[in-house]
């Protein structure tokens, strides 16, 4: 089955800086790639996603990039602020639909 | 995209009883899943619902695990008797009308004492 693995597990930022956290993905035929960003307490929320037929999508700050053949993919943060600390998840879903979640990302962002 | 509701927010319970967390999604919804987050671990699927039958299940969603629709609103995922370990977030999603994106309900904690 699908798995996913996410690096780092912590990221430390200052302000303005840009953030990447990286997954790969071990099934080839997964095709669509969430990214989620969880606050203490809170659901995880969609924040961005991309389907295979494209290798990079943007909204405004942040940006997932594709690489199908090396199965890889990545969040980039740009022009971070304080806001953006949470806890991120990469997710691939597989054949049935169901996704599957990276161990998450840890993002401290510093004024 | 209207979200799913959950009720309740947090269940405390003693070892060995039976819990029912429900989730109540748009009626047009097709996909329905349950997810469980054990705290600061990442997110795990249980089960996913498709026009009234499971769909999918995993390794976690043992037979002390079932999920219903019993009137055709309301979705319950139901664990007969409870074990410490299955202390933890629990969220019910479902999938967008255009298909493939996932959106999670406000989730119920689940304290097993």
């Known amino acids: 089955g699908e798995n996913v693995e996410q690096h780092p597990s912590t990221l430390s930022v200052q302000e303005g800086d840009s953030a990447v956290i990286k997954c790969t993905y071990s099934?080839?035929?997964?095709?669509?790639f969430p990214w989620y960003k969880q606050e203490l307490g809170k659901r995880p929320q969609l924040i961005i996603d991309i389907r295979s037929n494209v290798g990079e999508k943007k909204d405004q700050r942040i940006a997932v990039t594709l690489n199908k053949t090396a199965k890889h993919f990545s969040l980039h943060i740009t022009e971070t602020q304080p806001e953006d600390s949470a806890v991120y998840f990469c997710a691939a879903e597989d054949d049935y639909n169901k996704l599957i979640f990276g161990a998450g990302t840890r993002l401290a962002v510093h004024p | 995209e209207p979200e799913v509701t959950q009720t309740p927010s947090h269940q405390v319970t003693q070892m060995g009883q039976e819990v029912i967390l429900r989730c109540v999604p748009i009626?047009?919804?097709?996909?329905f899943y349950w997810y469980r987050q054990i705290l600061g671990q990442k997110v795990e699927f249980l089960v996913s619902f498709y026009n009234n039958e499971i769909s999918e299940k995993s390794e976690i969603f043992d037979d002390q695990f079932s999920v219903e629709r019993p009137d055709g609103s309301n979705f319950t995922l139901k664990i007969r008797s409870t074990k410490l370990e299955d202390s933890a977030m629990y969220f019910c999603?479902?999938?967008?009308?255009?298909?493939?994106?996932?959106?999670f309900g406000p989730g119920t904690r689940l304290t097993v004492l």
């Open positions: 009626s047009n919804h097709l996909y």
């Open positions: 999603a479902r999938t967008a009308l255009s298909y493939n994106e996932q959106f």
């Open positions: 099934d080839s035929a997964s095709n669509y």
